[in-house]
């Protein structure tokens, strides 16, 4: 049981340039999230999904895409990377309910 | 919409004494709160999940108590460790919406 994966660790982009994150869970879990975390904002919802198949806005969406083909997969895109968009990215999973929720190790993303 | 304020910013303590965090939150219609660390460089860990019928649950050294009428819960850490020195984030939780996090409580722990 590996919790909750993240793909890459880290990554160096150009602006303009794309890339994709991929976030994995194999708890069965129906809801995944994706958040930012910058110095002295705290973490801030980017965009979520209650089930496969299903997204959802959150605080942060502009500049991103996500997709949730499969349960277990939640992938977060960046069409046009900007410098703005430097930061730590940490998705997390849960299972349906209000019950406990389960980061993964965060990806550290430079945008030059 | 959801707010969450956690009090102070930034805590230095001598290893060995008590201490107390605190979170409020301006919405009280939530089902739990969860207590959260998190080490430099890393994800978040769970710490203490609290059930909005409950006051109090208990980890460890670890202790976090729920006022979810005054919207406010405190984590309290007794005869810190200097490996208790982490970033300590809330999360009171309405139900199936997304958890809205605390920027959190930085706690230094000097030996």
């Known amino acids: 049981n590996a919790g909750v994966t993240q793909t890459p660790k880290f990554r160096v982009l150009k602006t303009g340039q794309s890339m994709t994150l991929l976030c994995a869970q194999d708890?069965?879990?129906?809801?995944m999230y994706w958040y930012r975390q910058d110095p002295g904002m705290g973490l801030r919802l980017i965009h979520y999904?209650?089930?496969?198949?299903?997204?959802a806005k959150g605080e942060v969406p502009d500049g991103y895409n996500v997709s949730r083909l499969k349960k277990q997969n939640f992938l977060l895109g960046l069409e046009s990377a900007a410098p703005s968009q430097t930061s730590v990215y940490f998705c997390?999973?849960?299972?349906?309910?209000?019950?406990?929720?389960?980061f993964g190790p965060g990806t550290r993303l430079t945008v030059t | 919409k959801q707010e969450v304020t956690q009090i102070p910013a930034a805590l230095s303590v001598p290893e060995g004494e008590n201490l107390v965090l605190n979170c409020s939150f301006t919405d009280s219609a939530i089902y739990n709160l969860q207590w959260f660390r998190q080490d430099p460089g890393k994800g978040l860990t769970s710490l203490l999940l609290i059930q909005s019928s409950q006051r109090e649950q208990t980890s460890g050294r670890l202790n976090a108590s729920l006022d979810k009428s005054s919207g406010r819960s405190t984590l309290y850490i007794a005869a810190s460790q200097p490996g208790d020195s982490a970033t300590y984030l809330c999360a009171p939780d309405s139900g199936n919406t997304p958890l809205v996090f605390g920027k959190g409580t930085r706690l230094s722990v000097i030996a």
């Open positions: 997390a999973s849960r299972i349906q309910g209000a019950r406990e929720q389960y």
């Open positions: 999904s209650v089930g496969e198949g299903t997204t």
């Open positions: 708890m069965n879990h129906e809801y």
